[in-house]
């Protein structure tokens, strides 16, 4: 149970990061309106006579920046090498599962008043 919650739990975070990188990707070269020309007679802003719009002035860049667009992509590469690893570990827990099925074992401890014992039996057919 605990490998599929892993591979649930990953696979959505595998998903999320691959949307927050296609976003990042995509409004990489967008920028914001900051301020638009305004007419120094008036104080209103000023508006292009074919659009009927105001007519922008400054702008801020895009918040996406090629390192976070790097920083993003390095993010969803991490959770499909957590996607990879869960495959592999499971793979080597089924492995060792179905080699040991047989294997008699009994391993416990015992605490005591003022020690504590360790004890191992392995018995064979």
Same mark, same amino acid.
């Given at each position: 149970?605990?490998? %599929?919650?892993?591979?649930?739990? /990953? ?8 949307? @927050? ?12 309106? %900051?301020?638009?020309?305004? @007419? ?7 508006? @292009? ?12 860049? /895009? ?11 390095? $993010?969803?590469?991490? #959770? ?6 869960? $495959?592999?570990?499971? &793979?080597? @827990? ?6 040991? #099925? ?14 504590? &014992? ?5 018995? #064979?057919?």
């Amino acid at each position: 149970m605990l490998f %599929a919650v892993i591979e649930v739990g /990953s696979i959505g975070m595998a998903r999320k990061s691959a949307i @927050d990188l296609q976003e990042a990707k995509t409004l990489r070269g967008d920028s914001v309106v %900051a301020t638009y020309k305004v @007419d120094p007679e008036t104080g209103l802003a000023q508006v @292009d006579p074919k659009t009927g719009l105001p007519i922008p002035d400054t702008y801020i860049a /895009s918040r996406f920046t090629d390192d976070r667009v790097k920083a993003r992509r390095t $993010h969803y590469e991490d #959770w499909i090498a957590a996607i990879i690893f869960n $495959h592999l570990f499971s &793979g080597a @827990d089924a492995y060792v599962a179905a080699n040991l #099925w047989d294997f008699r074992t009994n391993i416990g401890v015992i605490a005591q008043s003022r020690t504590v &014992g360790v004890f191992g039996s392995v018995s #064979w057919r």
